[in-house]
């Protein structure tokens, strides 16, 4: 019983903290003049926000990979 009231706590805290507020902090900034329009908005900057840090944390494990450190085969590479 508790776990899954503990589960429950965990996504729900994890998805308003990187979905939901996100979205509606945009959505108060937003200078549309609908509620659609103002909604579409924000959730695409939300989007383009996240999209950017997969791509910079893509290329940075890439270059890590590409080092040879991203196994820890080198002095102070990382291990995973």
């Known amino acids: 019983m508790m776990k899954n009231f503990w589960r429950f706590i965990y996504w729900t805290q994890f998805f308003l ?3 939901i507020v996100p979205i509606l902090m945009n959505y108060e900034n937003s200078g549309e003049f609908n509620h659609r ?3 579409r908005g924000a959730g695409k900057r ?3 926000t996240y999209a ?3 791509l910079l944390g893509g290329f940075f494990l890439s ?3 590409v080092r040879g ?3 820890g085969e080198q002095n102070g590479g ?3």
């Open 17 to 19: 903290a990187y979905f």
């Open 37 to 39: 329009d103002r909604l």
């Open 46 to 48: 939300v989007m383009y």
């Open 52 to 54: 950017t840090y997969a």
């Open 63 to 65: 270059v890590l990979y």
């Open 69 to 71: 450190t991203f196994d």
């Open 78 to 80: 990382f291990t995973f």
